[in-house]
């Protein structure tokens, strides 16, 4: 099983499909990397190098009982791009994902990335405050961690996975997304949850220097399209929005299709565009 070390010790298990410009998938809260299959396994056959990497503590990677803050989780990225030798990177984030990426950017630079892609991104800031008075407020997030997920994270998966894909998927595809949810640690989720809800990434934003493309469904509950991706579509220099009609916020399985040809698109033009990247030091 391919495992690397984070600078702490960490295990984080990860994929390394293909040859060619690589693009590295950083998955949603409770989701592995078994989530990006779907796009991983077309955009091998186009020519491109695909890594997906466990999260700390979920799915194969080891369950460290810390380091689930968005400055450590950033590292993390660090470490997958570094021991792989990784240069001319896509990277793709999905919910939680846009978050790690936006911090490694900021954190660690972008010598060694050449785009960015934000699907359900949950930036810029979900959490009411005073200057964002639009967002979700404090104690609904509390009760969800004191109740539904410390108490029974089940029932909630239950209840939440039909909202999270579509009426009509396949009762197998349903199992899958829960089985993947029970793969991560209680810890991780708390912790994660936290991290999550309590970041504001608007001054970050700002600051990113490579092209942006977000895609976002029109019925994602889970991170409303008015409160994330408009926002920070805005606050990007160089960003790009496309808002998928009917789609929830696990559009990249429901619409895969769609997914997988804008997200190629995107690199092919902007690898066109663009002037060279490092592929070393």
């Not at 078994?34 to 091998?44: F, I, N």
């Not at 994902?97 to 950017?105: A, W």
Request: charged share 20%; aromatic share 8%.
């Amino acid at each position: 099983m391919p495992m690397l070390r984070t600078e702490d010790g960490v295990g984080l298990f990860y994929r390394d499909w293909g040859q060619g410009k690589p693009v590295v998938f950083v998955a949603s809260w409770s989701l592995t990397s078994d989530s990006w299959g779907y796009q991983m396994a077309p955009m091998v056959q186009e020519g491109l190098r695909c890594v997906a990497f466990d999260r700390r503590g979920h799915g194969r990677s080891d369950d460290p009982g810390r380091g689930y803050d968005y400055d450590t989780l950033a590292d993390d990225l660090a470490a997958v791009l570094e021991r792989l030798d990784l240069w001319d990177v896509t990277l793709v984030g999905h919910s939680m994902g846009p978050g790690e990426i936006v911090r490694y950017l900021t954190r660690h630079g972008s010598a060694r990335v050449a785009r960015i892609v934000l699907l359900g991104t949950i930036t810029p800031m979900i959490q009411q405050a005073d200057d964002n008075p639009e967002g979700i407020p404090r104690p609904v997030f509390e009760a969800f961690r004191t109740g539904e997920l410390m108490q029974d994270f089940p029932q909630w998966i239950e209840a939440n996975v039909r909202p999270f894909l579509a009426a009509d998927a396949s009762p197998p595809m349903f199992d899958w997304i829960r089985q993947m949810c029970l793969q991560s640690s209680l810890q991780a989720l708390h912790d994660c949850h936290l991290t999550i809800t309590g970041a504001d990434f608007r001054a970050e934003l700002r600051k990113v220097d490579v092209p942006a493309l977000l895609l976002h469904g029109d019925r994602d509950v889970t991170s409303p399209l008015a409160l994330t991706a408009e926002p920070t579509a805005e606050l990007l220099p160089n960003a790009r929005l496309k808002v998928y009609e009917g789609a929830p916020h696990g559009l990249f399985l429901t619409h895969a299709a769609q997914v997988n040809a804008d997200l190629l698109a995107f690199v092919q033009e902007d690898a066109a565009t663009s002037p060279p990247r490092p592929t070393g030091p």
